[in-house]
């Protein structure tokens, strides 16, 4: 069974930018997550998608936004890029709610300069 | 404020030695989940804890959740390279209905030196 895939891998972006990165979950999973991990704050976690909802949220600006597709696949955009937004941001997928199981993909590195 | 302080930040110990690892919270959470990090990966889960009081091991690895579910150990035994990496405790609140509230330290990170 193949994992979670995120694409793409690493992303170089200015200041005021905006940027799309994608994941998909593992095949049959329905939740899907996005963390930021940085240095300084570490893993944080940003919102949860179920069904092509939004369930929860962290608490992040509204520059953070996602959608998750019918077929479970979900993009997360970010907007108005700020140097703080470099960071790796990871998605995880669960079958039903992430706080029983969750398996993280690799990570987008974006680094904005 | 972070909610969940782990310590130590940083273990650097000699292949053989012994560990634990603190994950320390003022406040009461559902269950504890605890993640390995290695380089250019994402966290994999190890194990989640429920019961307050509640004891896991996994091989090596002996996890605690404390009585008043505020806290938790991770307590590692003959420590081999092969568990380097960044140790992550994450506290969950089950809000109930699909909601919650999960909440990640900022991790130790171990190297084991062979």
């Known amino acids: 069974k193949a994992g979670v895939t995120q694409t793409p891998r690493y992303l170089i972006k200015t200041r005021g930018q905006q940027v799309t990165l994608s994941c998909s979950p593992i095949s049959g999973h329905r939740s899907v997550s996005w963390y930021q991990q940085t240095p300084g704050q570490g893993l944080q976690f940003l919102f949860e998608?179920?069904?092509?909802?939004?369930?929860n949220k962290g608490n992040f600006p509204g520059r953070f936004s996602g959608r998750q597709f019918s077929n479970s696949r979900s993009e997360m955009n970010v907007s108005t890029l700020e140097l703080g937004d470099s960071a790796l941001y990871l998605c995880a997928s669960s079958l039903t709610v992430p706080i029983n199981e969750q398996f993280f993909g690799p990570g987008t590195r974006l680094t904005v300069l | 404020t972070q909610l969940l302080e782990q310590s130590p930040q940083f273990l650097s110990i000699q292949e053989g030695e012994n560990l634990t690892v603190y994950c320390n919270s003022s406040s009461v959470f559902s269950s504890l989940q605890w993640y390995r990090q290695e380089p250019g990966e994402g966290p994999v889960l190890l194990v989640t804890?429920?019961?307050?009081?509640e004891v896991k091991k996994l091989k090596r690895l002996t996890f605690q959740f404390g009585d008043a579910r505020k806290d938790s150990s991770l307590h590692i035994t003959a420590a081999q390279p092969g568990d380097t990496g960044l140790y992550l405790c994450a506290g969950v609140k089950n809000s109930g209905a699909g909601s919650y509230q999960l909440t990640f330290g900022k991790g130790t990170k171990l190297s084991v030196i062979p």
């Open positions: 804890v429920v019961t307050g009081g």
């Open positions: 998608y179920f069904s092509e909802t939004q369930r």
